[in-house]
């Protein structure tokens, strides 16, 4: 079983920044696939961006160039630093982790981007 408990969402104005954590229970954090995803009132759950344990990461189109994944595998912490945020990034941003086939997600934290 693996806990994973999300921090930093909030309310920022539009071209604003915010960074989010996740920290992880575990000992193989390293071998986690972790990822961010978010879902907005009324639309599925979408993957933001995820980042392998070689440290490859991908990203939505949508947040290409404004969003990067990061994770500290000394901390068992996965990062989100979203820059430029735009009132449709607001949404809840959940963490993931994948292992061994199984997946893991947070409670989610609400970010709110106002225009």
């Known amino acids: 079983q693996v806990q994973l408990v999300e921090s930093g969402g909030g309310l920022v104005q539009a071209g604003g920044s915010l960074r989010l954590s996740c920290a992880a229970s575990?000992?193989?954090?390293?071998?986690?696939?972790m990822g961010w995803y978010r879902q907005a009132p009324g639309k599925q759950r979408e993957l933001v961006a995820r980042?392998?344990?070689?440290?490859?990461?991908n990203y939505a189109d949508s947040v290409k160039g404004r969003f990067t994944i990061s994770r500290d595998n000394a901390k068992n912490t996965v990062y989100l630093q979203m820059n430029s945020l735009k009132p449709e990034d607001t949404a809840v941003y959940y963490c993931?982790?994948?292992?061994?086939?199984?997946?893991?997600w947070g409670q989610g934290t609400q970010v709110t981007v106002s225009s």
């Open positions: 993931n982790a994948g292992v061994y086939g199984l997946d893991y």
């Open positions: 575990g000992s193989i954090f390293s071998r986690y696939v």
């Open positions: 980042i392998i344990s070689g440290g490859t990461t």
